[in-house]
């Protein structure tokens, strides 16, 4: 199945021709393989590194609940005694 979202940008991967599209609707086409250039090669969506971002407590928290995980903070957890 081949699933492309608004904003996703592919490349062909044929040296010679390099062509690229950005998707400006999203579609779903039953297919078995990538979506393919007018070269006739197959394209691959460009590869974006993944970016990390800092939440505050409250983002966490609204994050946690929505994921349905247990809210656990250093006062949840039990002290080890150092014997």
């Given at each position: 199945?081949?699933?492309?979202?608004?904003?996703?940008?592919?490349?062909?991967?044929?040296?010679?021709?390099?062509?690229?599209?950005?998707?400006?609707?999203?579609?779903?086409?039953?297919?078995?393989?990538?979506?393919?250039?007018?070269?006739?090669?197959?394209?691959?969506?460009?590869?974006?590194?993944?970016?990390?971002?800092?939440?505050?407590?409250?983002?966490?928290?609204?994050?946690?609940?929505?994921?349905?995980?247990?809210?656990?903070?250093s006062a949840d957890r039990?002290?080890?005694?150092?014997?």
């Open positions: 199945m081949f699933i492309s979202r608004e904003g996703d940008r592919w490349i062909c991967q044929n040296v010679r021709c390099r062509c690229e599209f950005e998707v400006v609707k999203p579609c779903v086409v039953n297919s078995g393989s990538n979506a393919r250039c007018c070269c006739g090669s197959e394209m691959t969506r460009r590869y974006l590194a993944p970016s990390v971002r800092r939440m505050d407590a409250a983002e966490a928290e609204t994050f946690l609940e929505e994921a349905g995980l247990p809210l656990k903070t039990p002290k080890h005694s150092k014997t």
